[in-house]
Every structure is written in C-alpha cells, then in structure tokens.
C-alpha cells in the first residue's frame, strides 16, 4: 500500500516535467511577453524593464535555458512572482486551488448521488417509459454545451431572485459576515455552477451505471440471492450495486480531464475565481510565472484524482490489491 | 505476369462477390444503414442535421440579411417571429406583413410598432449581396421586406444585427469546423493507429504514450495554450483555420486509440499474412488492407467526436480567442449574453446557445445510433 503510493507519486513526476516543459516551450514560441506590453506604458522606466528581463531571462529564446530558470526555483518550492498582480504566486494560486476544488468536488458528489440511483432505476424498469425518461435526461445532459446551460442557469437565478447570478460570495456584506454566515453565502453561491458542471458528468455515469446494472442484474449469483428468499431491494444494494459500481470508479478517473476542463468553462461564465480564469487570464496577459504554476497545480489535481479513484476501486473491490 | 498488386485489388474482389449468387451478399456499410435505419433517434439526428447543414450551405440565401449588416438605431429589438401578421384591420386574411419600427428610448432599446406602415413579407425579393459556397454571387433572399421595414426575426444584438441572419452565417463556420476538423484529426488518427498497432514495439510504446498525455491533459486549456502560439490573427479565414488545426491536433488521439486497438488484432489474419508473403510494402498493407477494416470504427468514433470539435470553437469564440466580430460564430454570438442585464432584459441573446444545443444532441443521437449498429452482438 506505501510502496503503491510512493511508486504512483514519483510517476506524476516525469509527467509534470513533461508538461511543464511543453508549455513553457509554447510560451517562447508563442509572439510577443508581457513586456512588450508594458513597453507601451510611458510611466514604466526602462530600467525596470531591463531588470525584469535579466531576472526572468525573457530576453533569451532559448527554451532550455528559460525552462531551467524556472524549474530550478521551483523546485525548491519558490514559484516566482506574478507579472500582472505585484504578489507571490503561491498567495495568488492556492486561494484559487481551493475553489476549484470546492467546484469540481461539490459537482462530482452531486453527479455521483444523482447518477448512481438514476441508473440503478434505469436498469430495474429498463425500456419502462421511466427507463426512458431518464434516458432523455442524460443525453440532454450530454448535449447541453456548459456555456449555455451555465447562461440559462444565470438567466433562471436573474429572474426568480433564489440565487445569486454569479460569483463566489456576496461582495457587499462579506466583510461584516459571522464565519457560519460566510459558510452559508459560499454555499449559495456554489449551487448553480455545481449543478452545471455536475449534469456534464451525470450524464455519463448515469448511462455507465445503467449498462453496468443490467449486465450484472443477468447474472448467476443475483438469481441466487433472490431464490435464497432475499428482497429485492437487499439484493439491489447489496450484492448488485457492489458489482456495478467497479467500472464507474474507473471512469471516474478518466473523467476528471473533462471535468477540469468544463470548470474553465463555467467558472468563466460564473465569475467564480477559479483555478481555470486564472490560467486563461494569465494567458492572455502573459504572466508566465502563474501559467507555470497553474499548470503545475492541473496536473497534480489530475495525478491525485486518479490515484485516489485506484484507492476507492481497491476499497470497493477486494479482489484488486494494491502492491 | 500477373501484377501482385491486381489480385489484392478491392474493386475487383467486391466485382467478383456481386457477380455471385449470394442471397446475403451485403457489404458491412450495407448491414451498417439498414440497421440504423431502423433506429428512430438516430435517424432524428441524421434529419435534423441534414437541415442545418444546408441551411448553413444556403446561409445567404436564407437569411434575410448578411451577417454585418447593421441598424445602429435597433439595438436589441424583440423577436418578431410571433409579430408577423396575417390579418388586416378588418380580419381578413391578407399577405403577412410587419409593421415600421418606432424607436422610443435607444438607450433602454424601448421600441413600438408603426402601425401606419406595413411591410408585406415578400418571397424571393432583392437584398444585400452574397455568394453561395464562394461560387454563385447573388442578392436573391428567401423572403424579407422592403426598407426602410426591417425584419428580425430572432430579433437584434447590441449592434442592430439580426440575430436570424447570423445564426445561419454562423452555422457555417460552427458546424463545418466539426466536419472538417474530424476529417483532419481522423486522417492523422489513422496514421499514427495504424503504424502503432501495425510495427508494435519501440514505436507503439512511444505513440501510445504521447496519446495517453493527450487524453489525460483537459483538452481546452491545451487549446488555449496552443491558441496563444499563433497570436491574434489577421484574417477571419485565418482564425478559421488555426482553430481547425489545433482542434484536429488535440482530436487524433482518440481515434489513434481505437485504430491501434484493431490494427493490432487484424495484422493476425490469414489475409495480412497473405499479402505480407506476397512481397507487399508495410505501407501498402496498412493503408489498402488493414485500414479499410477498420472503418466502421472509423465511422463511430468519428461521429461521436465531432461535438466535441463544435463545443471547442465554441468556447474559444466565446472567450474571445476565436472567431471575431463582425463575423459571426454561434460561440462569439452568445457573448453579449455574458453581461447580466442583457441577458435579463433581452434573453433572445441566448438563441444561439439553443442551436448549439440541437446540432450537439443530433451529432450525439447519429453517433449513438451508429454505434449499436456497428456493434455485431445486435441482430441485423
């Protein structure tokens, strides 16, 4: 179980180099840095120019050298500061880590509590008119482009007033918040775009499970149980869901690409400070030392998900044994 | 002598099996449409798609108006789908008509109808010019009324566009990015699946790994990245197709998957050794006997991957890195909807989401469709 551990986190490590190395090589060759923008602005001195460009070597188009600069501190856990925003990378990136993964763990609880039942019913009435509805709702599900949905979420929240219409928390009163009242407005705030991101995923495991459900429902050992005089629902729950659930897991961490993505997508639309309009900002201004460690941070998140999906498939399967 | 390469040839064989009495004698793209003609969905997806994609070969034909022409002065006007008339004061039926428009306060986009002037729909009237796949120059429009009447549709963006109009000239560039961006990133798909799964080895286990990193990275930040290794674009046919070209690299991977996993049980049969003994080049094999059968695979995963090409120019244009105004994408257009009181006061804005929404479902009931009737468990 250790050794397993320690064996899948060094693998992220020639992952992360290579990505990392990747983007930075696109970053050089990508026309243009941010001081050609800041070149354009009179009341920036030269000389401070001149010293950005010696401190980051953006004058060199050298990818492995640039690359170097940058992984070396890095390594060493500084980061380096942000181009755009006059504050450390660190104290820009985790407040951001932190509501993306609000984001993206709130909406997989919500796909995965929706899913699961949705798809045992499924299976349990298959080709019944509620086999079929729920059918219609998890290609619309898939169908739905996050955009729109997150805009149609908007325009819903605009209309009745129940929810607020983007953001984290309420700008306005967050200062004078008790620490529960904070809880409560972050959570407000978080419903909406969670139901959005959530639906892409729900979609998915709702088919997946439904598969899973009826190919297992087929089999020996269910008819067993029943014939031993076990309910229909402990049979369900106890000896089928077991079974179904194994490939869903596995999903899950191929998953997480799509679900990273999608909350680029709705955390812009929202105004949710997220990880992913940090990495789109950050690149359209050009502030490399945040594209870097935002990527960094991508890749971790995506390492981690998968290993802890291998950890929840071991919990759920005894027949697999982490070695 | 007899060329090696005559006896292998695929027309010849297919020639020599229909001249046979076979009773059964269907190819498997046969087998392939009658099964999915019986699957009803999928042949709604195919329908609805067939529409759109004329409407969108068609666009200026259609579409009232070209995608920039602009009435400054008609910001935001309602949808006049449910404000053509078809009686007149008397109740009697008459030609449809709109009334003239009345702007009452521009800056709140008030407007009431004029009632004193009607604009009778004509058919195949007169308008701006276009061309029709880049070949017939013509200012013939469906149907639209006489100026100074205007007709929107879908009603007006923040500019006075009409909304209906560009819809249409943005299907073009939406929905063909889909088609061409699938063919492109399949061709590769099928190279790299083919070599891989063919050589196995050394050469299997690096594209394998390079198609592993593509799947596991999310794809749109990727894009995006790329996107900035081209900077802004001159042209709207030039953004056109760096968007094609990064989409179609991130795409292949996919399919090389797939390909690589059949390629590499097909090489076993008696035919590929066949032709190996026979003298052939690796290249010949891949591409005239191994590939072809492969393509009702093809076939699925193509059709399954293509909302994800419309989905991606979607969202590039709509964070403002695709295609730029005044051109029209169905992505550039919903983004007058990201400003909230917009999006309150004048929710036709999200028009376009819907559009959007039905061409992704159809690609995605077609794909479903083809896929349960290449899967050979279901009965023909």
């Given at each position: 179980m250790r050794t397993f551990l320690i064996r899948r986190l060094l693998a992220a490590i020639p992952l992360i180099i290579v990505v990392t190395f990747i983007t930075k090589a696109l970053l050089v060759a990508s026309p243009g840095?941010?001081?050609?923008?800041?070149?354009?602005?009179?009341?920036?001195?030269?000389?401070?120019?001149?010293?950005?460009?010696?401190?980051?070597?953006?004058?060199?188009?050298?990818?492995?050298?640039?690359?170097?600069?940058?992984f070396w501190p890095a390594v060493q856990g500084d980061f380096g500061y942000s181009f755009t925003k006059s504050a450390s990378v660190w104290s820009l990136i985790s407040e951001r880590v932190l509501n993306t993964?609000?984001?993206?763990?709130?909406?997989?609880?919500?796909?995965?509590?929706?899913?699961?039942?949705?798809?045992?019913?499924?299976?349990?009435?298959?080709?019944?008119?509620?086999?079929?509805?729920?059918?219609?709702?998890?290609?619309?599900?898939?169908?739905?482009?996050?955009?729109?949905?997150?805009?149609?979420?908007?325009?819903?929240?605009?209309?009745?007033?129940?929810?607020?219409?983007?953001?984290?928390?309420?700008?306005?009163?967050?200062?004078?918040?008790?620490?529960?009242?904070?809880f409560i407005d972050t959570l407000w705030h978080l419903v909406l775009p969670m139901i959005v991101l959530g639906t892409i995923g729900l979609a998915q495991y709702v088919r997946q499970m439904r598969s899973e459900m009826i190919e297992t429902l087929?089999?020996?050992?269910i008819r067993t149980a029943r014939a031993k005089g076990l309910s229909r629902w402990r049979v369900l729950t106890r000896h089928a869901l077991g079974n179904a659930i194994n490939p869903l897991v596995t999903i899950f961490g191929f998953s997480l690409a799509t679900l990273?993505?999608?909350?680029?997508?709705?955390?812009?639309?929202?105004?949710?400070?997220?990880?992913?309009?940090?990495?789109?900002?950050?690149?359209?201004?050009?502030?490399?030392?945040?594209?870097?460690?935002?990527?960094?941070?991508?890749?971790?998140m995506l390492v981690v998900g998968n290993l802890v999906a291998d950890l929840l498939l071991a919990v759920i399967d005894p027949r697999i044994r982490l070695e | 002598m007899i060329d090696p390469s005559k006896l292998s040839d695929r027309s010849d064989s297919t020639h020599d099996e229909t001249r046979l009495p076979r009773s059964r004698g269907r190819t498997p793209s046969q087998i392939l449409w009658l099964k999915l003609r019986r699957n009803r969905t999928a042949m709604l997806g195919l329908y609805t798609l067939a529409v759109m994609y004329v409407a969108a070969m068609f666009a200026g034909f259609i579409a009232p108006y070209r995608f920039d022409n602009t009435r400054h002065?008609?910001?935001?006007?309602?949808?006049?789908?449910?404000?053509?008339?078809?009686?007149?004061?008397?109740?009697?039926?008459?030609?449809p008509f709109v009334y003239g428009i009345i702007p009452?306060?521009?800056?709140?986009?008030?407007?009431?109808?004029?009632?004193?002037?009607?604009?009778?729909?004509?058919?195949?009237?007169?308008?701006?010019?276009?061309?029709?796949?880049?070949?017939?120059?013509?200012?013939?429009?469906?149907?639209?009324?006489?100026?100074p009447g205007h007709l929107f549709l879908f009603g007006s963006d923040q500019v006075g566009q009409d909304i209906f109009s560009r819809i249409l000239y943005g299907a073009q560039v939406s929905l063909s990015i889909g088609i061409v961006g699938i063919v492109i990133s399949t061709i590769i798909g099928m190279i790299v699946g083919g070599i891989a799964g063919y050589f196995g080895g050394a050469?299997?286990?690096?594209?394998?790994?390079?198609?592993?990193?593509?799947?596991?990275?999310?794809?749109?930040?990727?894009?995006?990245?790329?996107?900035?290794?081209?900077?802004?674009?001159?042209?709207?046919?030039?953004?056109?197709?760096?968007?094609?070209?990064?989409?179609?690299?991130?795409?292949w991977a996919t399919e090389a998957r797939v390909i690589r996993g059949m390629v590499m049980s097909l090489k076993e049969h008696e035919y590929v050794i066949a032709a190996r003994a026979m003298g052939f080049s690796n290249s010949r094999i891949i591409v005239r006997h191994i590939l072809p059968n492969t393509f009702s695979f093809v076939i699925v995963t193509a059709t399954l991957s293509v909302p994800f090409f419309i989905l991606s120019e979607v969202a590039l244009s709509f964070l403002g890195v695709g295609i730029q105004e005044p051109e029209a994408s169905w992505g550039n257009m919903l983004v007058a909807a990201q400003n909230n009181r917009f999006l309150n006061d004048f929710p036709w804005v999200l028009i376009p989401g819907i559009f959007i929404f039905l061409a992704v479902m159809a690609w995605n009931f077609l794909g479903d469709g083809l896929r349960d009737a290449a899967d050979p468990r279901t009965l023909s």
């Amino acid at each position: 179980m250790r050794t397993f551990l320690i064996r899948r986190l060094l693998a992220a490590i020639p992952l992360i180099i290579v990505v990392t190395f990747i983007t930075k090589a696109l970053l050089v060759a990508s026309p243009g840095n941010y001081l050609d923008t800041i070149r354009l602005t009179p009341s920036i001195s030269r000389d401070y120019i001149a010293q950005m460009e010696r401190t980051y070597h953006l004058d060199s188009n050298n990818v492995f050298e640039r690359y170097w600069y940058w992984f070396w501190p890095a390594v060493q856990g500084d980061f380096g500061y942000s181009f755009t925003k006059s504050a450390s990378v660190w104290s820009l990136i985790s407040e951001r880590v932190l509501n993306t993964l609000l984001l993206t763990g709130s909406a997989l609880v919500f796909s995965w509590v929706f899913a699961i039942p949705l798809g045992m019913i499924a299976a349990v009435y298959r080709n019944r008119w509620l086999d079929k509805l729920i059918g219609f709702i998890s290609f619309f599900g898939l169908s739905i482009p996050s955009i729109f949905f997150s805009l149609l979420m908007i325009l819903f929240a605009a209309k009745t007033g129940w929810f607020p219409a983007g953001g984290i928390h309420n700008q306005v009163m967050w200062d004078v918040m008790t620490p529960w009242e904070k809880f409560i407005d972050t959570l407000w705030h978080l419903v909406l775009p969670m139901i959005v991101l959530g639906t892409i995923g729900l979609a998915q495991y709702v088919r997946q499970m439904r598969s899973e459900m009826i190919e297992t429902l087929s089999q020996d050992f269910i008819r067993t149980a029943r014939a031993k005089g076990l309910s229909r629902w402990r049979v369900l729950t106890r000896h089928a869901l077991g079974n179904a659930i194994n490939p869903l897991v596995t999903i899950f961490g191929f998953s997480l690409a799509t679900l990273l993505a999608g909350a680029l997508l709705t955390e812009y639309v929202f105004g949710w400070p997220g990880l992913g309009t940090l990495i789109f900002d950050a690149l359209s201004s050009k502030d490399e030392p945040i594209v870097m460690a935002s990527v960094v941070m991508l890749v971790l998140m995506l390492v981690v998900g998968n290993l802890v999906a291998d950890l929840l498939l071991a919990v759920i399967d005894p027949r697999i044994r982490l070695e | 002598m007899i060329d090696p390469s005559k006896l292998s040839d695929r027309s010849d064989s297919t020639h020599d099996e229909t001249r046979l009495p076979r009773s059964r004698g269907r190819t498997p793209s046969q087998i392939l449409w009658l099964k999915l003609r019986r699957n009803r969905t999928a042949m709604l997806g195919l329908y609805t798609l067939a529409v759109m994609y004329v409407a969108a070969m068609f666009a200026g034909f259609i579409a009232p108006y070209r995608f920039d022409n602009t009435r400054h002065d008609l910001p935001f006007h309602a949808p006049m789908l449910t404000r053509i008339h078809v009686f007149d004061d008397q109740g009697r039926l008459t030609k449809p008509f709109v009334y003239g428009i009345i702007p009452i306060d521009p800056q709140l986009a008030t407007y009431k109808d004029d009632e004193s002037a009607r604009y009778p729909v004509h058919f195949f009237t007169r308008g701006d010019n276009y061309r029709v796949l880049w070949l017939i120059s013509s200012n013939i429009h469906l149907f639209g009324v006489d100026e100074p009447g205007h007709l929107f549709l879908f009603g007006s963006d923040q500019v006075g566009q009409d909304i209906f109009s560009r819809i249409l000239y943005g299907a073009q560039v939406s929905l063909s990015i889909g088609i061409v961006g699938i063919v492109i990133s399949t061709i590769i798909g099928m190279i790299v699946g083919g070599i891989a799964g063919y050589f196995g080895g050394a050469t299997d286990f690096a594209l394998m790994r390079t198609v592993e990193v593509l799947l596991a990275l999310p794809s749109l930040y990727f894009i995006l990245i790329l996107r900035q290794l081209f900077g802004a674009g001159t042209s709207s046919v030039q953004i056109y197709f760096i968007i094609v070209i990064i989409l179609a690299f991130i795409g292949w991977a996919t399919e090389a998957r797939v390909i690589r996993g059949m390629v590499m049980s097909l090489k076993e049969h008696e035919y590929v050794i066949a032709a190996r003994a026979m003298g052939f080049s690796n290249s010949r094999i891949i591409v005239r006997h191994i590939l072809p059968n492969t393509f009702s695979f093809v076939i699925v995963t193509a059709t399954l991957s293509v909302p994800f090409f419309i989905l991606s120019e979607v969202a590039l244009s709509f964070l403002g890195v695709g295609i730029q105004e005044p051109e029209a994408s169905w992505g550039n257009m919903l983004v007058a909807a990201q400003n909230n009181r917009f999006l309150n006061d004048f929710p036709w804005v999200l028009i376009p989401g819907i559009f959007i929404f039905l061409a992704v479902m159809a690609w995605n009931f077609l794909g479903d469709g083809l896929r349960d009737a290449a899967d050979p468990r279901t009965l023909s």
